[in-house]
């Protein structure tokens, strides 16, 4: 929607152009610009690593975290789950499945943040989720939206200070392509069904 991408490009100023000047003869001044399918700057990148990075090491089970924090600030999502339908919320965090299936999506997850340094794979990756999730009943880009925004709560959460205002702005940004790429595919295969 016009929205979306009205605010994709806000995002996109915010940070579009930082700049990092190296001292030496000439003083050359180098940008360091985002690409165009992403996005995300080398900078942007490398923050999104860091702080993903930081929080797996702090919490050696941050998948079970990030889907403990989804589930209770979105319930109704349980039902989305075939294995987790209509079990509370202790029931199914004591549930091995619960922890085999948050740990293989918080790979897939940890894949394409290990990808961000090629952008038309993060695109294809993304697209990909959203194809694969498509036949799934239920699922919406609005889940994929919720469960990206969740992780970065977590990250807020459990990095504290150390989790800086520019790595905010770049977990934002890739959220948003996310968001975007999702919803874009989710309606591409909707039309083309």
């Known amino acids: 929607s016009e929205k979306r991408r009205k605010r994709m490009i806000n995002l996109?100023?915010?940070?579009?152009?930082?700049?990092?000047?190296?001292?030496?003869?000439g003083n050359i001044l180098t940008?360091?610009?985002?690409?165009?399918r992403t996005g995300?700057?080398?900078r942007d990148t490398?923050?999104?690593?860091?702080?993903?990075?930081m929080l797996c090491k702090q919490h050696p089970k941050a998948d079970q975290l990030i889907f403990k924090a989804l589930f209770t600030k979105h319930p109704d999502f349980m039902a989305l789950f075939q294995h987790f339908k209509d079990k509370d919320l202790g029931v199914v965090l004591s549930d091995?499945?619960?922890?085999?299936?948050?740990?293989?999506?918080?790979?897939?997850?940890?894949t394409i943040i290990r990808s961000l340094d090629d952008p038309a794979g993060v695109v294809a990756l993304i697209r990909?989720?959203?194809?694969?999730?498509?036949?799934?009943?239920?699922?919406?880009?609005?889940?994929?939206?919720a469960m990206l925004n969740v992780v970065l709560e977590v990250l807020q959460d459990k990095l504290g200070s150390r989790f800086k205002p520019e790595a905010i702005t770049a977990w934002e940004k890739f959220i948003e392509v996310g968001k975007l790429l999702w919803?874009?595919?989710?309606?591409?295969?909707?039309?083309?069904?």
Do not use: Y
């Open 128 to 145: 990909k989720n959203a194809t694969d999730h498509t036949t799934r009943k239920g699922v919406q880009p609005s889940h994929f939206e």
């Open 12 to 25: 996109l100023g915010q940070q579009s152009r930082q700049t990092t000047l190296f001292s030496s003869m």
């Open 96 to 110: 091995p499945q619960f922890a085999l299936h948050s740990s293989a999506i918080i790979q897939a997850f940890g």
């Open 46 to 53: 490398k923050l999104i690593r860091n702080s993903w990075s």
């Open 183 to 193: 919803s874009e595919e989710k309606k591409r295969f909707v039309v083309f069904w």
């Open 31 to 36: 940008k360091s610009l985002p690409d165009s």
């Open 40 to 42: 995300l700057s080398k």
